[in-house]
């Protein structure tokens, strides 16, 4: 699986999650097999990406896993917020 198909969901899914759209980025990099995607988001918005104990973040980070290991690899998601 591709590093931008995966930042592409990631990116598709949290804009839909949020209220500001627009402030939602995700840089991606690569250490290895694994692909690791920072998910950048509102200083409001972040609650609704974590969720309630993290339980949105978890089900984000669920999807990754299936996609990427469809294609044979591994990735690690964070959320970080917008200053």
Known sequence: ???ETLSGLLEYLAKSLVDKPEAVKV????D???VHLDLIVDSEDIGRVIGKHGR???ALRVLL????A???QQVAMDVVDFQ
């Open 1 to 3: 699986m591709e590093r």
């Open 27 to 30: 840089e991606t990099y690569r």
């Open 32 to 34: 290895g097999q694994l």
């Open 56 to 58: 949105v973040a978890n």
């Open 65 to 68: 896993r299936v996609v990427a």
């Open 70 to 72: 469809r294609g044979g």
